[in-house]
């Protein structure tokens, strides 16, 4: 491994000055919105021009007389109602971009660090990390459109037959290895709602277990490929870390921390029998009937093997410095899933329209062979019902097909595909688990702003319960009084062969259906979604958000470098690596890598920031030791995958899409529970990390 890269402005740092404190004050304020979100509502009057110049009703496309009764002030006090009022977020998506403003405007950065954070100093372009991440999100959440993973993960529950212990440890065995192929993220976005569905149709309450453990797996493993964390990439650039030197380094760290972390919460944390109880009866499910698209499994699964295996060849060779990053790999890879989704859908829908051509034939020549005077009787007026009679013929038999094949004919041809990810969502509304009591208003948000975000459809929240006094876990489950039928299987249910449906959600709605877009779509938009219902979904599904908000924290660091401040910390770091030595400088890094998760916005916040300093403290520290520097690399590697699950939901992408993805199906996490199941797994994790990684530099580097 060579000793890293130095930027052309480290160890050019100036003395702090006062546009050095309005630097880092901007710094602390913008991550305490990234933290703590604020919505600011604006006037009801932008969204109603709006919808009045973009959507038009007929009415008011035409001049009418105004009534003279009153009426029209009472007409507008009910659309003063009725209009949704639009809100100004502060969040990870806009508060840093409006920090990197405010810097310019007040003259405390030039242009010049713009560009810096943007291409990249000191051997990281941040371009090239965000395609990635961009890149491979879109190949992991178009396999996931496939149904493949939710087929994994019925075949894995289905072979654990009745034992709740047999079932847990066979699921954490499941979201490690699925977590060190795909990543956290697509892992969350798919297993989540999963896992909601079978703990909730299994009368696994409360889901406390499976759920915190699927967390912590998926972001746990994510330590081990340069691919599935964008912080990994952010240190493999920094230093100058080969992808198969660092997933080397990183391989026993997580490893031994996985196996640790399985008793930890298996015999520790969830150990009674109200987390994981004894004997359970899980849904009768196919598990064929979630894999909607096999050969698109099989191919997005290939080629996302393909690309993986071409970064670390390539990255072993040293091909991929320079302009010749790793998106000359990464993004013709996305860019062929892409061509391969919608060629998928013109197949498709070319299929579907053959389909219904042959049964308007069908029903044409039935028609004709009725009797004349039947075939001239109205629709409202067919003799005996025979109308009804011979649609209802059609009709059943389009539903015998539909049932026969399973779930991926529940849909037309297609927008089955690009559903996949939200079928099992549809299911679980009339069972959800909730937290209770809850005064969380999170969950409280528009259905199309949470679809936005995770994906996934609109769903209603039930109502919370009171809690319990007997000090058992907040997390509840519980069923909203109706005269639907029990979840539990019964034996009748032996004979289903696709996943069971409540009766009220046999189909599935239109907001999270792409082949059906919402009319607030412009024309060209709506002709798109209709087109390429998958590439739609997808683009829909990816953490778009996350791409201003990484560009503005490499702004906002090269902006600390500029005034001065990454000086200052890379000369403290230096004197507690004299003081400290490897051992303190990799218990230190691990400690402030999780710490920073939570304090710097999110782990990639973080990672930027802490593997500047360490940039800055090797170009002017002479003869830094190669144990003390790499110690303190993986330390934080270590630090940064595994800070995602620890004390705030903020602390990684992933933990705000399981928070979200959680709260669409009706479940509450709060913050105090969110620590609570959080802490004592953090803690472990990183002292078996850091020891190991202490150990390794001990081992391969003599100085």
């Avoid at 401040?565 to 004299?578: D, F, K, L, T, Y």
Wanted: neutral net charge; aromatic residues 10%; charged residues 15%.
């Amino acid at each position: 491994m060579s000793q890293g890269h130095a930027a052309s402005t480290i160890g050019q740092g100036r003395d702090i000055d006062a546009r050095s404190i309005v630097t880092l004050v901007v710094f602390l304020v913008v991550n305490a919105f990234v933290l703590f979100p604020l919505h600011i509502p604006l006037p009801l009057a932008l969204p109603r021009l709006y919808r009045r110049v973009f959507f038009p009703s007929p009415s008011t496309q035409k001049t009418q007389p105004q009534p003279s009764d009153g009426k029209a002030e009472r007409t507008e006090a009910v659309e003063g109602t009725t209009t949704p009022r639009w809100h100004l977020p502060i969040d990870l998506a806009t508060a840093p971009v409006i920090g990197v403003l405010l810097l310019l405007a007040s003259t405390c950065i030039p242009g010049s660090v713009v560009r810096d954070g943007i291409v990249g100093t000191g051997g990281v372009r941040p371009y090239d990390i965000m395609t990635l991440f961009i890149s491979f999100a879109y190949i992991s959440l178009s396999l996931d459109c496939t149904g493949l993973l939710r087929y994994l993960a019925f075949t894995v529950a289905s072979r654990s037959a009745a034992s709740g212990r047999l079932l847990y440890s066979t699921f954490f065995l499941f979201w490690v290895i699925a977590g060190l192929i795909v990543g956290n993220d697509p892992l969350i976005l798919s297993g989540t709602p999963f896992l909601v569905y079978f703990t909730s149709h299994a009368a696994i309450a409360p889901p406390t277990a499976f759920l915190f453990t699927q967390f912590q797996a998926a972001n746990l493993v994510s330590a081990l490929l340069v691919s599935s964390n964008p912080t990994n990439l952010v240190l493999t650039q920094a230093f100058g870390v080969s992808f198969l030197s660092y997933s080397a380094w990183l391989a026993v760290p997580t490893i031994a921390a996985a196996l640790v972390l399985y008793p930890t919460l298996r015999y520790f944390l969830f150990r009674g029998e109200v987390f994981i109880p004894k004997t359970l009866r899980p849904p009768k499910v196919d598990p064929r009937s979630a894999l909607v698209d096999p050969w698109g499994g099989v191919f997005g699964a290939s080629l996302f093997i393909i690309t993986i295996v071409m970064l670390v060849g390539l990255s072993a060779g040293g091909k991929l410095e320079g302009v010749e990053g790793v998106w000359t790999v990464t993004a013709p890879a996305a860019i062929v899933m892409v061509v391969r989704d919608g060629a998928h859908d013109l197949w498709a829908r070319k299929r579907e329209d053959r389909v219904r051509r042959e049964e308007e034939d069908r029903k044409r020549g039935v028609l004709m062979d009725r009797p004349e005077e039947t075939r001239k009787v109205g629709p409202a007026e067919a003799v005996d019902g025979e109308k009804g009679s011979v649609e209802d013929r059609y009709d059943g038999e389009k539903a015998d097909a539909r049932a026969s094949n399973g779930l991926a004919n529940q849909e037309g041809p297609s927008s089955r595909r690009a559903s996949a990810g939200d079928h099992d969502d549809n299911k679980d509304k009339d069972s959800d688990v909730v937290v209770a009591p809850t005064t969380d208003k999170s969950s409280e948000r528009p259905p199309h702003s949470r679809s936005a975000e995770n994906g996934q459809g609109a769903s209603t929240s039930p109502h919370a319960s009171p809690s319990p006094g007997d000090g058992t876990p907040t997390l509840l489950a519980s069923r909203a009084p109706s005269p639907k039928p029990s979840k539990s299987p019964s034996p009748s249910d032996a004979s289903l062969p696709t996943v069971p449906t409540p009766p009220n959600q046999s189909t599935p709605q239109p907001s999270s259906t792409p082949s059906t877009p919402p009319s607030g779509l412009f024309a060209p938009l709506r002709l798109i979604s209709r087109t390429f219902p998958t590439p739609s979904l997808v683009f829909t599904r990816l953490p778009l958000p996350l791409v201003p908000f990484a560009f503005s924290m490499f702004i906002l660091v090269e902006a600390l470098q500029y005034t001065g401040w990454i000086s200052v910390w890379a000369g403290w770091w230096a004197a507690w690596a004299r003081a400290g030595g490897v051992a303190g400088s990799v218990w230190l890094m691990g400690t402030i890598g999780v710490l920073g998760c939570n304090l710097f916005g999110t782990n990639i916040g973080a990672t930027v920031l802490l593997s500047r300093v360490l940039q800055e403290w090797q170009a002017t520290t002479p003869d830094v030791s190669s144990r003390t520097l790499y110690g303190a690399v993986f330390a934080l590697a270590v630090g940064s995958n595994f800070g995602a699950y620890s004390f705030v939901f903020p602390a990684s992408l992933a933990g705000l899409l399981w928070r979200d993805i959680l709260a669409q199906k009706g479940l509450h996490v709060s913050r105090r529970e969110f620590v609570r199941w959080n802490a004592v797994p953090v803690v472990v994790t990183m002292v078996v990390g850091c020891l190991v990684v202490a150990g390794e530099v001990c081992v391969m580097y003599k100085s």
